[in-house]
């Protein structure tokens, strides 16, 4: 094993770090396609009051694909300045080729990210059979100065990662956790019985939030919950409070915002509902394409009905006091 990783970036992850919600939030971008610091720094200081856990910078609703060497470091920079440091920052990476995944998680980890979340390469999808995988995240994970997290995301790669393969790369020790976006749960569970205790399950796919939670998952990574955080917070603190009715009603209030924001109207629709949430949303980048004037006031009608009601508002306080201790 490659001696530059650090002997002790196991207890820098813990799978405490990686409970409740997280957001991977996008790259906000002006008219002209440039990055809006400032838009992301406003929206980043006021995620951090909604009782989140953390961060994901550059994930697939990060636009990742669409940034160059130098704007993927300033998101990063951007902001690991404004996330506090109890809470956890992760990086989205992952090239098509090793090398080059090796040094793009260096990169994140020179720009502050407490871990790096990595995405299966795909262009050579036949070729990516287990062993292959296991021999690609083995040779990153050797060589990342921060922990990795898989991402497997096969709505967009074409390629999931098996039980089996995620349970034999949770033995090595710079290895934390998943990110599994299929929303196919099946798998999903086969997942949490084989890997080991300590190693964080975390589902992508707001339309599976609960019933993840219910399996086991250690919590969430959720483009939705960029523009409903307390929302998906609020699921989570319901849950493991045994508040379960609570926490299935609103799950059913998230799931058809979710499914506006990401399935029907993707990424530019995630940021039509930051828009309408006060948030910056911004544009994003071609070729990917805004919604039509039309998905507004749809979207709208949406996020309304996900508020939360007053009475939901004094249990999700009721819960928080409960369980602070597991959210802090």
Request: hydrophobic share 45%; proline share 5%.
């Amino acid at each position: 094993m490659s001696q530059n990783k650090p002997t002790n970036e196991r207890s820098s992850l813990s799978a405490r770090k990686l409970r409740g919600v997280l957001l991977p939030f996008p790259t906000p971008f002006d008219a002209a396609g440039e990055i809006d610091a400032a838009a992301l720094r406003a929206n980043i200081e006021r995620w951090n009051e909604t009782g989140i856990g953390g961060y994901v910078a550059l994930g697939s609703t990060g636009e990742r694909v669409h940034l160059d060497e130098r704007e993927y470091a300033l998101i990063i920079e951007t902001a690991r300045a404004c996330v506090p440091r109890e809470m956890t920052f992760i990086a989205g990476a992952g090239q098509q080729g090793t090398d080059a995944t090796i040094k793009e998680v260096r990169l994140a980890a020179r720009a502050g990210a407490d871990a790096v979340l990595v995405i299966t390469p795909h262009f050579y999808r036949g070729a990516m059979n287990h062993a292959a995988l296991y021999k690609h995240y083995t040779a990153v994970a050797d060589a990342s100065p921060v922990p990795l997290i898989l991402y497997s995301i096969p709505q967009n790669t074409g390629i999931a990662l098996a039980p089996e393969t995620v349970a034999r790369l949770g033995e090595h020790e710079n290895i934390n956790g998943i990110k599994d976006s299929s929303g196919e749960m099946v798998g999903f569970n086969e997942t949490l019985r084989l890997v080991r205790d300590d190693f964080a399950v975390l589902t992508g796919h707001a339309a599976v939030f609960y019933a993840a939670l219910a399996s086991g998952a250690h919590g969430a990574i959720l483009a939705a919950a960029c523009a409903a955080p307390r929302l998906a917070v609020a699921i989570a603190r319901a849950f493991d409070a045994g508040e379960h009715a609570l926490a299935l009603r609103l799950q059913r209030k998230l799931a058809p915002l979710a499914r506006a924001v990401t399935t029907l109207h993707g990424i530019g629709g995630l940021k039509v509902a930051l828009d309408l949430s006060g948030y910056a949303g911004g544009h994003v980048r071609a070729p990917l394409e805004m919604p039509d004037d039309a998905a507004r006031p749809e979207i709208q009608r949406l996020l309304d009905a996900s508020a939360l009601t007053p009475d939901e508002e004094k249990l999700l306080q009721t819960s928080t006091e409960e369980t602070s201790e597991r959210f802090e």
